[in-house]
C-alpha cells in the first residue's frame, strides 16, 4: 500500500505531474479512490456511474477479482520476460485470439495499446503491398502518436501538422444525418446513399493511384467522431474496392471490440474479413495496457524470411497477456457478449424516449452498448450545439451536471456519448438516462425548437 492520505492525492498529484489532452491549467481531476462493477467512488466517498467505461475500454467492469487474481498469479510466477520469450500467457492468448477474432486471422501482434498497434498495422500494409499510401477518413480517431495522428481525421491530427507521418489521405464517412452529398435529398434508399461513398471512395483511390495504396483503414464503427454505424452493403463494398485495386483492408476495433456492439468484434455484423485488425481498450477491459495487431497468415508471411524491424520493450508483458486471457474467460463465463444484444436493445429504447422529450437532441444513434446523443440548436437545419471541434458553456454546464449528480460521461464537442460497461443492468441504465434526462434542460434551453 502507498502511503499517502486522500486528502494529499489531488494537491500532491497536480502539483508534479504532467496531463494528457489538457491545458495544464485548467485541469480538474476526480481524485478516484476505489471501483467496482459499474461505479467508482471519489475520496469523498462520492459515487459515479460510469457511462464511459473509463476510457471506453473498462468492458467487464470495475474491479472483478477473477481478472485480479489471474494478473496476481502471473506476477507471482513470472512477473516480466522480454518480448522474444516464449511464455504460458503468450502460448494461451494467441489461440484464444485466433478463436474469437473473425474468419482468417490468425497471427497477432502484441502492443502497448491502440496507437501502436494501428502504426504496426501501418507497416504491415506497407511492407505486405510494397505500396506507401494509407486512406482513412476525415471522421476518426486512430491514435495520438505521430503515425497514428497522421490516420486521425478530426483536429487531434491537425493540431500536429505538418510533423506527422506522411502518406495519409482521407475520404468522406457514410454520414447520414450530416451527408453531403444528400442534403437536398436526405430520404435516398440505403442501398443508394451506400453506392454513393463507395463511388466517392473509389474515385479516391483512382485519382491516387491504386498503385501506390497500401491499405484503408476504417474504425468499423466510427467512435468518437459520431457512433457512425455502416449502412447496409458498405463494408462489403470496401472489402471489394480493396480486393479489386491490391489494397488490404484494416479495421481499427479499438474503441468497437470486445463485445461493444454486441459481436465480439463489430465487422462480424456484417460478416466482413479484414486483411489487418487492430483491437487494444476491451482487449483488458483497462487492468492492463495492452493492444495487439490481428493479421493473416498472408499478411504475416511478409516476414517469413525477412525480419520485421520493430519491436518495444514491452511487447507481450506477461500480466498483460494474461490480464488479456482472464477478461476473455470472464467474457464467455458470463455470456457479456450476448447480454450486449438484450441490454443494448432496451438502451436503444431509453435514447429513443430522450429524443422524443428534448429538443435539443437532434438524433440518436446506438449499436449494442455503444450510443450517442448529437445535440442540435435547431433540429430542421441540424445546426450543431457546438461548432466542429470545440465546446462551450453550455456542454461544459451540462457535463458538469451530470457529474453533480453522480453520472460520469464523456461529451464530445456538441455530442454525448453512452458507452457503460457491458455489464450493466436495464436499472442502471435507467439511473443514468433519468440524470441525462434532468442535464439535458441545461441543452435545451439554447435550442430553437
Ligand atoms: C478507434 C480508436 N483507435 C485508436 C485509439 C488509440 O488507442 P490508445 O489510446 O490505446 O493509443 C483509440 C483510443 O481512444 C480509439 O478509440
Known sequence: MIELDDLDILPLSLEHNFWTWS????VHPIPIKNAKGVYFWDIQGKRYLDFNSMVMNVNIGHGDERVIEAMVDQIREL??????????????????????????????????GGADANEN?????????GKFKILARYRSYHGATLGAAALTGDPRRTAWEPMV??????????Y???STFHRTNQQIPDAEFTLD????????????????????LIETVTGTNGVLVPPPGYLEGVRLLCDQYGILMICDEIMSGFGRTGEWFAVNHWLVSPDIMTMAKGLTSGYAPLGAVAMTEEVASTFNEKVFEGGLT???????????????????????????????????????????H???????RSIGLFGILELVKNRKIKEPLTPYGRSNSTMNAFRQKCLDQGLFLYTHWHTVLVIPPLIITPDQLAEGVSILDRALEITDQVADL
Not at 450476448?338 to 430522450?354: N, Q
Open 358 to 364: 428534448h429538443p435539443s437532441i437532434g438524433e440518436v
Open 23 to 26: 491545458a495544464q491549467k485548467k
Open 165 to 174: 507521418m506522411p502518406g495519409v489521405v482521407h475520404f468522406l464517412d457514410p
Open 79 to 112: 512477473p516480466f520476460a522480454g518480448p522474444g520469450m516464449a511464455t504460458k500467457p503468450r502460448a494461451v492468448l494467441g489461440k484464444k485470439l485466433a478463436e474469437i477474432t473473425p474468419r482468417g486471422l490468425t497471427k497477432f501482434l502484441y502492443t502497448l
Open 314 to 356: 514491452y511487447n507481450g508483458h506477461p500480466v498483460s497477456l494474461a490480464a488479456a486471457i482472464a477478461v476473455i474467460k470472464v467474457m464467455q463465463e458470463d455470456k457479456l457478449v450476448e447480454k450486449v444484444g438484450e441490454t443494448g436493445k432496451v438502451m436503444a429504447d431509453m435514447l429513443a424516449e430522450l429524443a422524443d
Open 121 to 129: 498495422a501501418i507497416k504491415m500494409a506497407r511492407a505486405r503491398t
Open 176 to 178: 447520414r444525418y450530416r
Open 197 to 216: 461513398y463507395l463511388n466517392h471512395l473509389e474515385e479516391i483511390i483512382r485519382f491516387e493511384d491504386p498503385n501506390t495504396i497500401a491499405g484503408i
